[in-house]
Each structure stands twice: as C-alpha cells, then as structure tokens.
C-alpha cells in the first residue's frame, strides 16, 4: 500500500464558506492536499486543472445538487473515490445513490472530526491507491498479452520458415543422395579405370580426375552431415 503524500489531493466541495473553513481547520496535520469550491460549478473548474484522488461533497447545493456532481464525476474521473456529506433526514437518498454507485462512502452531520472524518479521508485516498494499483495492474498485463501474441506470432513466422528450410534441405539432400554421388561414384570409377590403361597419358588423367573425385565426394560427404543436423 503506497503512504498517503502531497501527491494525494482531496477537494472538499460545499456552498457553505463557514463548513469549507471548518473542515480547513481540522485538516492542518494531514499530509495530503486539500482544495476547497465554493459549489459544484468551481468544483468542476478545479478538477480540470487537478488531478484528484477523493471528493467530498456537500448533497444540498443551489444549482448542481451533490449527487448531479459526483455522477459528473462518475463518468468524467472514475477511479476518484466518491463521498458525500449529508444530514440525517437525506440518508435514504445517499443510500440509493451507494447502491447505483454513484458514490462510495457518507458522513451524515455533524461528525466527529478525529474519530469519523480524518479517518474516513484516510481510507478514501488508500481506495483510491488500489483502484490506481488495479488499473496500473490491468494495464501492464494487457501490454504483456500484447507482447506475448506478437511474440507468437514471431515464432510462428520462424516455424513456418524452418519448415521451408527444412524442405529445402531434404530436397538438397535427395539430390546430392540420388544424383550428384552416384554421378561421382561413377567418375571414380571410370577413373580407375582410365589408371589401368597402359597409356601414361590417360593413367595421369585418370590419377588426376580420381584425385578431385575422392576431394569432392568428401566434401559432399561434410555437406550432407551438416544439412542433417549431425557434428
């Protein structure tokens, strides 16, 4: 789990300036950011510009009500984790809103600061840490599965390759097999036999062609080794 920081922003949204200040206040020793809007319409301005891990929202606002925000929120930003402050008579409300979700958590009013807020904030933000980690998660493994079907299908190009290669290689071996050394044999053959003539001439040519038979049926001889695979 990554430690709450100064990278981890909270926006505390309500029309009341006197509510804003007083969450302000019990704010001080937290080690994330907090902004505050004066209404959903700043609210909006500011996640424009920043990129935020929870908001918390006031639900009774003029004009665009809390639950209209986060909705906004929902479909614009939906890793940000969702709250809504409320009173007591609007639970039923909040509690359909969870249920569709729209929002996360909500602190009905007053709260305790100490006990019920700050640790609330807390673990908002560590949601939003394993949202991250999850998408982080899902994105890498989905390059790797990426990677892997190009890697696939690299291999499957080598295979298909090495199987031309080995075709053409049983088609070099056939021919060198059927025609070229039966075709040598012969010329040793006849070599030997232009060596048993009694004609100096013709036995040095004969000497001669045997000498180049027997170099060049060895090398045919490594050719063939080698295009078997064999040492």
Known sequence: ??????????????????MLQTIRRGLLDESYISLFA?????????????????????????????IELLNIVQEKYPEMTRIVLT???????????INKGHIHRYLTKPWKME???IPTIRQAIELNHIVKERRELIDKLTKQNETLKKQNHEITKL??????SDENKTKIL???TK????YMT????????LMAIESKQLQEMGDDINSRGMEILKLLRKLEVLLEGKR
């Open 174 to 176: 056939n021919h060198i």
């Open 159 to 164: 295979k298909e390759q090495a199987q031309i």
């Open 186 to 193: 012969d010329v040793i053959i006849h070599s030997n036999k």
């Open 87 to 97: 009173g007591y008579y609007q639970v039923s409300t909040i509690l359909s809103a």
């Open 115 to 117: 006990e019920e807020f």
């Open 179 to 182: 025609t070229i050394l039966p």
């Open 38 to 66: 004066n209404g959903a319409e700043e609210a909006m301005e500011i996640l424009k510009e920043q990129e935020v891990a929870v908001i918390v929202t006031d639900l009774k606002m003029p004009g665009m009500n809390g």
């Open 1 to 18: 789990m990554n430690d709450i920081t100064t990278d981890d922003k909270v926006l505390f949204v309500d029309d009341e300036k006197l």
